[in-house]
């Protein structure tokens, strides 16, 4: 098997109202019953990703408002008419918390947004299985989404601070071409 450059391509979105929705975000999501994950390859000290899609979660809803003429604005320079998001779910990342290397299946894309990001050095690493390395070039902010190819390999890397890392992740589809 020989492996081939493809270029590819990632996107970065600043979130233009993400101070005035910051805390109002984090407000919501505190009212979410609190769920955590720790096992071999992770520990996520907060997340509601084990909750079912039935589970009120407010700050979702707000979210997707806030969200969508980004993804509308996305979905036009992918020559796309329609996108879809399939799950939605956030994740605190406290002193030492990690997310192991994984992949989204059955999604176009795999989205990040960085509701609260203290080091640019905690940001999510992807992988790049051609030359075995991690890309290390992409500059990310707080108040950014970060959407890339869902079959790429990603982690979230251990948080070395003493401030919390929270992440609002989604899995989107981006349908109907219109060239």
């Known amino acids: 098997m020989k ?5 590819s391509f990632y996107i970065l979105t600043d979130i233009k109202d993400h101070k005035e929705n910051k805390n109002k975000l984090l407000s919501l999501i505190n009212r979410i019953e609190v769920s955590s994950i720790h096992n071999n390859q992770d520990s996520i000290s907060q997340t509601d990703w084990h909750l079912g899609k039935e589970t009120k979660r407010e700050y979702i809803d707000f979210f997707y408002k806030m969200i969508e003429p980004y993804m509308n604005n996305m979905a036009i320079k992918l020559k796309c008419k329609s996108w879809d998001i399939s799950n939605a779910w956030y994740q605190t990342y ?3 918390d990690t997310h192991g290397w994984h992949i989204h299946e059955n999604n176009n894309y795999t989205n990040v947004y960085y509701l609260d990001l203290p080091k640019q050095n905690i940001k999510t690493e992807l992988y790049d299985v051609k030359y075995n390395k991690i890309i290390d070039e992409i ?8 959407t890339f190819p869902a079959h790429i390999i990603h982690r979230s890397p251990p948080n070395t601070f003493n401030k919390s890392k929270t992440i609002i ?3 989107s589809n981006f349908k ?3 060239l």
Not at 3 to 7: A, I, P, S
Not at 139 to 146: A, K, P, V
């Open 3 to 7: 492996f081939f450059d493809l270029k």
């Open 94 to 96: 406290k002193k030492l």
């Open 139 to 146: 500059q990310i902010e707080e108040g950014q989404l970060f």
């Open 169 to 171: 992740s989604f899995n």
């Open 176 to 178: 109907q071409i219109n």
